[in-house]
Structure formats: structure tokens, C-alpha cells
């Protein structure tokens, strides 16, 4: 059974219209599994449909979460990446997790928000490959920790973020339970 200290741990998740279902369900539902809560939050509300269709009831709109409330800031990537970056709320949000202490997790695209908040320079990261013209020192790896940032390569990587991120939050005990019980 997982430790019910583990529940104490929350992450955010920030989504909009355009997200990539895989980069989010994927880590969302290891970690639910790995008995973190895990907050979906919208930038703005209402359902929110992801790149190929998939829709998604969050649990919250953005302004209805207090970012205080969280160990960590998760942002999946998908063509929605553009809308979190012209909002900006999400690089605020970012920033601030960082300066605080706490980790922040972007997947495929969502690195260009991370940029956007000025914590890539001086860290090893990864992202998609689309984006390697706007982020020339990123690096062709499934995932990287650095310090406080955790990044991954796209939807094909999401499985092994996910458990980077049970792992940062849980522990490599709780990995090897969950990875068990997916027969991963």
C-alpha cells in the first residue's frame, strides 16, 4: 500500500484549449495513481479540448487555484503551448514556483514557457524538436532533471515523465508499485 504521507503532495496542472492529451492524461494519471493529488486548472473556464479532439472538465480555472497550495507546476505541451505563452500567467507561475523552491515539470512545447519565465539559462532541458529553433540548447533526451526543472521531449516520452515526476514527489518505491500495476 502507498504511504499516506504521499497524499500531502500536490501538483498543479495548467491546460488550455489545444493541449496534447497524451503529454497530459499520461503523468496526470501516474501520479492519481501514485496517490498525489493532481489539480487540472484552465486558464479560463469551461471544458477544454485537447489537440485531437479529447475533452476535459478541469477541476478549476486558474484563478480559482492558489499556486501556494502546490509542490510542483505541471505544463503539457500540444499547440496550446501559444495560448499559455500569450496569457502569461503560466510563466508567472512558473517563475514564482522556482524562486520558491519548488520544482516545475514542462513536457514537449511547454519548455518555450519555462523560457518565457527565464529559468532555462544555465539548465540542461529537453522539448520537442519543433521548437529546437527557438531553443537551440536543448538537448535530444527522453527526459532531464536539472535542479528544480524537470522537462521531457513530447507525447512518445510521456510515460517516462510521468514517472520522473512520481519519482520526484514519491519516491523510486512507489515508481516500481505503479510501474507493477501497469505491467509497464
Same mark, same amino acid.
Given at each position: 500500500?502507498?504511504?499516506?504521507?504521499?497524499?500531502?503532495?500536490? *501538483?498543479?496542472?495548467?491546460?488550455?484549449?489545444?493541449?496534447?492529451?497524451?503529454?497530459?492524461?499520461?503523468?496526470?494519471?501516474?501520479?492519481?495513481?501514485?496517490? *498525489?493529488?493532481?489539480?487540472?486548472?484552465? %486558464?479560463?473556464?469551461?471544458?477544454?479540448?485537447?489537440?485531437?479532439?479529447? *475533452?476535459?472538465?478541469?477541476?478549476?480555472? %486558474?484563478?480559482? *487555484?492558489?499556486?501556494?497550495?502546490?509542490?510542483? %507546476?505541471?505544463?503539457?505541451?500540444?499547440?496550446?503551448?501559444?495560448?499559455?505563452?500569450?496569457?502569461?500567467?503560466?510563466?508567472?507561475?512558473?517563475?514564482?514556483?522556482?524562486?520558491?523552491?519548488?520544482?516545475?515539470?514542462?513536457?514537449?512545447?511547454?519548455?518555450?514557457?519555462?523560457?518565457?519565465?527565464?529559468?532555462?539559462?544555465?539548465?540542461?532541458?529537453?522539448?520537442?524538436?519543433?521548437?529546437?529553433? /527557438?531553443?537551440?540548447?536543448?538537448?535530444?533526451?527522453?527526459?532531464?532533471? /536539472?535542479?528544480?526543472?524537470?522537462?521531457?521531449?513530447?507525447?512518445?516520452?510521456?510515460? /517516462?515523465?510521468?514517472?520522473?515526476?512520481?519519482?520526484?514527489?514519491?519516491?523510486?518505491?512507489?515508481?516500481?508499485?505503479?510501474?507493477?500495476?501497469?505491467?509497464?
Amino acid at each position: 500500500m502507498l504511504a499516506s504521507a504521499i497524499m500531502s503532495k500536490r *501538483v498543479l496542472c495548467v491546460i488550455t484549449d489545444g493541449f496534447e492529451e497524451i503529454e497530459a492524461i499520461t503523468p496526470v494519471d501516474l501520479l492519481r495513481r501514485a496517490e *498525489v493529488e493532481v489539480v487540472i486548472a484552465s %486558464l479560463d473556464g469551461g471544458l477544454v479540448k485537447g489537440r485531437c479532439g479529447v *475533452v476535459i472538465q478541469p477541476d478549476a480555472t %486558474l484563478e480559482e *487555484v492558489n499556486p501556494e497550495n502546490f509542490d510542483l %507546476l505541471f505544463l503539457p505541451g500540444g499547440p496550446g503551448v501559444k495560448a499559455l505563452r500569450s496569457d502569461g500567467r503560466a510563466a508567472s507561475l512558473a517563475r514564482k514556483f522556482y524562486d520558491s523552491g519548488r520544482p516545475v515539470a514542462a513536457i514537449c512545447a511547454a519548455p518555450l514557457v519555462l523560457n518565457d519565465a527565464g529559468l532555462l539559462e544555465g539548465h540542461r532541458f529537453t522539448s520537442h524538436s519543433s521548437t529546437w529553433s /527557438d531553443l537551440p540548447k536543448a538537448e535530444d533526451e527522453r527526459v532531464i532533471e /536539472d535542479g528544480l526543472l524537470l522537462t521531457s521531449r513530447g507525447a512518445g516520452t510521456a510515460l /517516462d515523465f510521468g514517472f520522473a515526476l512520481v519519482r520526484l514527489l514519491a519516491g523510486p518505491e512507489v515508481v516500481d508499485e505503479v510501474s507493477e500495476s501497469i505491467m509497464s
